[in-house]
């Protein structure tokens, strides 16, 4: 039986519910464990003594069973740094950090009207943090990245809020749709925002290829343990 050939049905199970394969011979692991890997979401495993692998699928494990411990070689490819994503780190930190990447590469055009614009019809004041372009771009960026096709209507809804009425319920409003746009033309400007054929904007390979880097840099910093 080929182990690649169950691939498929094994990321169609393993995103659903936990499964448990034993019927792969000792040779034929090595390859599903490698061409799981090479998938988008899934995260660096951890490899126990007696040789099981649990594999983190879209936040669902996917348990693989060994007869034989794997290699000592394989184990170190799979605890790489290199595999971790932004998925993998806490959003807080990543977009503190990437938002200090953008404004630390000075390539990022800011709009005259930051220190006076509303980020929403609702809002009283602007915002008081001097760089919060910055980091409404960096978390604009972060959406994008686990959600493309994205345009300025969902980012409306998506940094929309409540609006306060006085006596009256409160009521959801959108945010501030140029606001929006302006975050979405800023990152299109420095090639890490593309339109999307679809409709929307997608992230680019350079914006995805920042955004991992950054996302390293934070889990060397503040390290994320993951229970399996």
Known sequence: MAAVGWLSDVIM???????????????????????????????????????????????????????????ASFSECLSSDKMVGVKDVSQQEFVKAFAAFLKKSGKLTIPEWVDLVKTANYKELAPFDPDWFYIRCASVARHLYMRGGAGVGAMMKIYGGRHRRGSVPCVYAKGSSSV???CLQCLEGVSMVEKDPRGGRRLTSTGVRDMDRIAGQVSAKHPVHIMV
């Open 13 to 71: 199970v393993a995103a659903v519910s936990p499964i448990f394969i034993d019927w792969f011979e000792p040779g034929e692991l090595t390859p599903l464990l490698t061409s799981l890997l090479l998938l988008p979401g899934v995260r660096s495993p951890d490899v126990d003594e007696g040789g099981t692998t649990a594999i983190l699928i879209n936040q669902s494990f996917c348990s693989i069973r060994a007869t034989v411990p794997l290699a």
């Open 180 to 182: 929006a746009r302006k």
